[in-house]
């Protein structure tokens, strides 16, 4: 199994940026994909889960509907587009993976309940 991020960088104030997770030695049949991040100092925080096949998206509450996780199915890839960041977007960005019936039993964003993770991508937003 091996998760894979990509996409992060520096952006501005109200700037977009797209996240993207390559996906490989699962399937979204049997796993959810889950977006964390952690910013310095601070403990890993659940940003946005999907469950590719019923369609079901989850988001934590200071996401406010600035981002949104989609998944292109043929490419193994799950996305999170990021909206009107500002500095305190300021993290690593971790994918992880979760078997499809513990994201569907509800608590997304607790870390423990996903299996495999990726290394990260930066993002770095400044004022």
């Known amino acids: 199994v091996q998760l894979v991020e990509s996409g992060g960088g520096l952006a501005h104030a109200g700037e977009s940026l797209r996240l993207s997770c390559a996906v490989s030695?699962?399937?979204?049949?049997?796993?959810?994909i889950g977006w964390f991040r952690r910013a310095p100092g601070k403990g890993r925080e659940g940003v946005a889960s999907i469950n590719v096949i019923e369609n079901k998206t989850y988001y934590g509450g200071f996401v406010k509907g600035r981002f949104t996780i989609s998944s292109d199915n043929a490419k193994n890839i799950v996305y999170l587009q990021m909206n009107n960041l500002a500095p305190a977007d300021t993290a690593m960005y971790y994918c992880?993976?979760?078997?499809?019936?513990?994201?569907?039993?509800?608590?997304?964003?607790?870390?423990?309940?996903?299996?495999?993770w990726g290394q990260g991508t930066q993002v770095t937003v400044s004022s």
């Open positions: 030695g699962l399937s979204f049949d049997d796993y959810g």
């Open positions: 992880a993976s979760i078997p499809r019936h513990t994201l569907n039993a509800g608590n997304f964003y607790s870390h423990y309940q996903y299996d495999n």
